[in-house]
């Protein structure tokens, strides 16, 4: 017998403490009920490719997130979220900068060229059961100019994030080409994310109408 798709009533939690992750599960109507910022080791294994990279810290995170959950009674039963996004040129993959020289860096290596970005999105639900996605896009920016590289460096914009920017900022004014997931250079595929969450029983959907209800 199939089993019944499980209510929207169902809880969830975010393995991450980022607001733009944040943001866009809130875009789709999805209030987590819980953030649970995953502390790993972000470093990139011998010879593992950018893809790999973000594939793995996204299901690792949903894992720390699932396990902080079973310890929790407030979410027993909740569904958990996570991602992680890899900035790369060629196999060579960026920083989360943290300092102005990594943030240099970055976006001198990324001024007039082409690059990637990969998000994977992992999904475990109440049962344990586990599945992920991986969304990637492709993106050029335009080249340059010294004076426009000191000026977002001063406005920090870049503290935090893989590659040194952030697409829905003032670096969105740099890209002169973007193919594939607008969401995933953001942190989030939505589409991706949404398919994991229908594919185990969250039915956010259901939620959609009473957004204007409630309005």
Same mark, same amino acid.
């Given at each position: 017998m199939t089993a019944e798709p499980k209510p929207r009533t169902a809880r969830?939690? *975010?393995? =991450? !403490?980022?607001p733009?992750?944040?943001?866009?599960?809130?875009q789709i109507g999805i209030e987590p009920d819980a953030l649970l910022p995953a502390d790993l080791?972000?470093?990139?294994?011998?010879?593992?490719?950018?893809?790999?990279?973000?594939?793995?810290l996204a299901l690792e995170k949903a894992r720390v997130?699932?396990?902080t959950v079973q310890t929790r009674e407030d979410l027993r039963g909740a569904y958990v979220v996570a991602a992680d996004t890899?900035?790369?040129?060629?196999r060579r993959i960026l920083p989360k900068c943290e300092t102005l020289d990594d943030a240099d860096i970055c976006l001198? *290596?990324? =001024? !007039?060229?082409a690059h990637r970005v990969y998000t994977g999105v992992a999904v475990i639900d109440p049962s344990g059961r586990e599945r992920s996605r991986l969304a990637e896009a492709r993106l050029r920016f335009k080249r340059l100019s010294g004076r426009e590289i000191a000026a977002y460096l001063a406005s920090r914009e870049w503290h935090g994030k893989a590659g040194g920017?952030?697409?829905?900022?003032?670096?969105?004014?740099?890209v002169v080409k973007?193919?594939?997931?607008?969401?995933?250079?953001v942190g989030l595929p939505l589409y991706e994310t949404m398919t994991l969450l229908d594919g185990l029983g969250y039915r956010a959907h259901e939620s959609w109408a009473m957004r204007e209800t409630l309005g």
């Open positions: 969830l939690a *975010l393995a =991450s !403490g980022s733009r992750r944040l943001a866009l599960l809130q080791d972000e470093s990139p294994g011998r010879n593992e490719s950018p893809r790999k990279l973000a594939a793995r997130g699932a396990k890899v900035v790369c040129v060629g001198r *290596l990324l =001024s !007039g060229r920017y952030a697409i829905q900022g003032i670096a969105g004014s740099f973007l193919v594939g997931s607008h969401t995933a250079v």
